[in-house]
């Protein structure tokens, strides 16, 4: 895999640092302590995530004619991310999402929300297919409007070619106020890219933390309430109380990879057919 970060995992422990529980608010925007990989990536990102790459991403992968798999072999294909380079864990894809999805399962949430929890990272297969890190993970956020002050790494949209472009400089750009966010352009990643496979299969409250889990500028910062219709409001407690799941489960006993497959192949089974289209 090639790219700014050594591991995608760099850019989870940025995230998880910079949300740390207990942690102010001033703090969650001090990026002085983030590692070199991590600024080259966001500068990557801010610079190339324009509302032109975004939609025509989302035209390319939303016609779903890469592949078929089904759920746990998504997750095996997944699992040929790890790099056995990485210090800083031993866990593989298959592990980490298993523990986010045991971390809500212990809590007695629903099931559809505990598959959510073991599929809400297979989008980064994008990188499989030769994705750069860039347009895979990160923070995500509405492109074709003003960007928020509140965007990790603001400063380096500068070299967008959107910010050239004068009616995507205010608040609500080409969007009506308080459209909702089915109506505006995500930067993007593996979030829509997943939200655009399994859309027909879950109900709408997972749809909208698959969607939206990485958007730390809405569910963190409220920076875009203003985009946001009261559907919006109402399904954004989910992807609130999604957050600490992802972010915080990592530090858990290491799963059982093996003992927990047959429970959660029945759970996938429980709202996915065998194969579905990627």
């Not at 992968?61 to 294909?77: D, K, T």
């Not at 890190?133 to 409007?145: L, S």
Request: net charge negative.
């Amino acid at each position: 895999m090639q790219g700014p970060l050594e591991t995608l995992e760099q850019w989870d422990d940025f995230v998880g640092s910079r949300y740390q529980e207990g942690r102010d608010e001033a703090q969650f925007r001090d990026y002085s302590t983030a590692p070199p990989v991590v600024r080259e990536f966001y500068r990557l990102n801010h610079t190339h995530q324009t509302r032109e790459f975004a939609r025509a991403k989302k035209a390319e992968y939303g016609a779903l004619n890469r592949s078929r798999m089904g759920i746990w072999e998504a997750m095996e294909y997944l699992n040929t991310l790890v790099d056995d380079s990485d210090p800083d864990t031993d866990l593989s894809q298959i592990e980490h999402n298993l523990q986010t999805a045991e971390a809500i399962r212990a809590d007695g949430h629903p099931r559809w929300m505990q598959i959510t929890g073991l599929i809400h990272d297979l989008g980064k297969v994008l990188c499989l297919y030769g994705e750069p890190q860039w347009a895979v993970v990160g923070d995500t956020f509405p492109v074709g409007c003003a960007w928020s002050g509140k965007i990790v790494f603001h400063e380096f949209f500068r070299e967008n070619p959107d910010s050239e472009v004068p009616e995507y400089q205010t608040p609500h750009g080409v969007y009506e106020p308080n459209g909702g966010l089915e109506n505006v352009d995500m930067s993007w990643g593996h979030d829509e890219y997943l939200y655009l496979a399994t859309r027909d299969y879950l109900p709408e409250e997972a749809q909208y933390i698959i969607r939206y889990h990485s958007f730390y500028p809405q569910h963190r910062e409220e920076a875009y309430g203003h985009l946001m219709n009261q559907k919006d409001r109402e399904m954004f407690q989910w992807v609130k109380k999604f957050n600490p799941y992802d972010l915080y489960s990592k530090g858990h006993a290491k799963p059982d990879a093996a003992a927990l497959r047959p429970y959660y192949e029945d759970l996938a089974a429980e709202f996915f057919p065998e194969k579905i289209r990627w």
